[in-house]
């Protein structure tokens, strides 16, 4: 899925790692090799857009407080050792530890935070994250005051999201900012070869204690077979796996498995701006023509859920009242010929990562049972991300993770996101309301409510063709010790250890 140097490395290993021994030693180990798929296009703290980007970057940055997984949710201290909320909803008061330092050795301090929080609302990447914050104070070195413009329920969650960053570090080199970070989390930035790997050490002097594991490789290996020879020999440790190696690997008692649901899709992506994906009834016509069902068996190997609504089953805001879209290719021909659509008719290019291959080549045969026909064009992943973002392409298929509050759906729908995961390209005065008003809503009840206007609503534009949320598979050696994985698959290496 990257670039031609990583394919040519990938399929090198494959050939080097066929006559490797099988099982690898964990005793005294401290070292930890992680496959990764595609390489990353950028280690800045905010403007990042990728899974393996935000893993990545998550080991080496610390948020202000981070979300317990145990399924409450609640906010554990990380840089703040406290925090307190004003009566009224507005102000957010975080107290922080005097004991954190930057990998460079200088002090973290309030100025810092002020700093991350505002690089945060300048992101068009991830400046949902402090949606509602108007303002940031800094009474003292180790205080900060959030300042919000009107109440907002999931403010806190998306703060345990930003990454705090060294001011002082940006001013004297933008550059090494993004291309070289500093940061104060577990892990310190070695270095990265381009298109082939990134290194971790650990931090010893983290405010945490320095973590078990001293070395991390993030190794770039497109291919999945080859990952899952690596896995097998030992030559990698920890990886996520697609479900068309999961049996291979559940065969060999070296390795470990986990199967975690999270709230990303799969989903037909189609470019409202263009005909003809500009008509609701083309869309809808699409929507029915897609057997999600057989999408799950044959690209998941059934390790996903069918759901054609993008908001997922147990996240908030979803309804079983919510129109779903089935499988019913005459329903739609009667809409393609109610949109005055003459078949067969050309759709033009299904542009798709290489990931998503598999999933375009499906959906090319369902649409062309009704009369749709497309090509399918394939790209390495951050060309494709970046043909995505320009609005550059017809139709599409890839996978999203749009994860924390339901909150964070707007950047699919809304006008504000036009570029960044509103894909669709998709502009409606009466849908950006709805999520004005899910931001200040503190009603549980009425913000139910009103999600399930904005979810209803999606489903009848049939603004995506949402197909399933696949599980996400990790793959791990049986001596690595790994904490339960929650719900998102959320992973720290901090609190991993090899087994003694």
């Not at 307190?84 to 100025?111: C, K, M, P, Q, W």
């Not at 004005?436 to 399930?452: G, M, N, P, S, V």
Request: glycine content about 6%.
């Amino acid at each position: 899925m990257k670039k031609f140097t990583a394919v040519f490395a990938a399929a090198a290993m494959a050939v080097s790692l066929a006559g490797a021994a099988l099982t690898v030693q964990a005793e005294g180990k401290t070292d930890l090799v992680i496959a990764v798929d595609a390489d990353v296009d950028t280690l800045h703290p905010s403007d990042f857009s990728t899974t393996i980007e935000h893993d990545i970057l998550s080991q080496i940055y610390d948020p202000l407080m981070y979300m317990n997984p145990d399924g409450t949710h609640d906010p554990e201290p990380r840089i703040a050792e406290s925090y307190e909320i004003s009566e009224d909803g507005l102000d957010y008061t975080f107290h922080l530890r005097n004991d954190v330092t930057f990998h460079d050795g200088t002090a973290l301090t309030a100025a810092d935070v002020k700093f991350s929080l505002e690089m945060y609302q300048e992101s068009e990447y991830q400046g949902s994250m402090v949606t509602g914050l108007a303002s940031v104070d800094t009474p003292d070195d180790y205080t900060v005051v959030c300042h919000l413009e009107n109440p907002y329920s999931p403010f806190m969650l998306g703060v345990c999201q930003v990454h705090i960053a060294s001011k002082a570090y940006y001013e004297s080199s933008a550059d090494d900012f993004v291309n070289s970070p500093v940061g104060s989390g577990p892990y310190k930035y070695v270095g990265r070869n381009n298109g082939s790997n990134v290194t971790l050490e650990a931090y010893e002097n983290y405010y945490r204690g320095a973590a078990a594991i001293k070395n991390v490789t993030f190794e770039v290996i497109p291919d999945q077979s080859t990952t899952a020879i690596a896995l097998q020999t030992g030559e990698v440790n920890f990886a996520t796996i697609e479900s068309a190696t999961i049996a291979q690997l559940q065969a060999n008692d070296t390795i470990a498995i986990a199967e975690v649901p999270t709230s990303g899709f799969t989903y037909v992506s189609m470019n409202t701006e263009k005909a003809p994906f500009d008509n609701v009834l083309v869309r809808q016509a699409i929507n029915y023509a897609i057997n999600r069902e057989n999408v799950v068996a044959v690209c998941y190997d059934g390790e996903a859920e069918v759901n054609s609504n993008i908001c997922s089953k147990d996240r908030f805001g979803y309804s079983d009242d919510q129109f779903q879209y089935t499988y019913d290719p005459e329903k739609a021909k009667e809409l393609l010929a109610e949109a005055g659509i003459e078949t067969p008719y050309d759709l033009g290019e299904m542009l798709v990562a290489e990931k998503y291959s598999n999933i375009a080549t499906v959906l090319q045969s369902d649409l062309a049972a009704v009369g749709l026909n497309v090509t399918i064009g394939v790209k390495e992943f951050n060309a494709y991300i970046g043909e995505l973002t320009s609005g550059n392409y017809s139709i599409t298929a890839l996978e999203m993770t749009l994860d924390g509050d339901s909150q964070m759906l707007e950047m699919a729908f809304t006008s504000d996101y036009i570029g960044t995961a509103n894909n669709a390209r998709y502009s409606d005065p009466e849908m950006d309301e709805l999520f004005t008003k899910t931001r200040t809503e503190t009603d549980t009840d009425a913000r139910a409510e009103l999600f399930d206007q904005i979810l209803s609503k999606a489903q009848d534009e049939a603004i995506y063709a949402v197909l399933c949320n696949p599980l996400t598979l990790y793959a791990y050696n049986a001596d690595l010790q790994c904490p339960e994985f929650p719900f998102e698959g959320i992973y720290s290496i901090y609190d991993f250890s090899w087994q003694e």
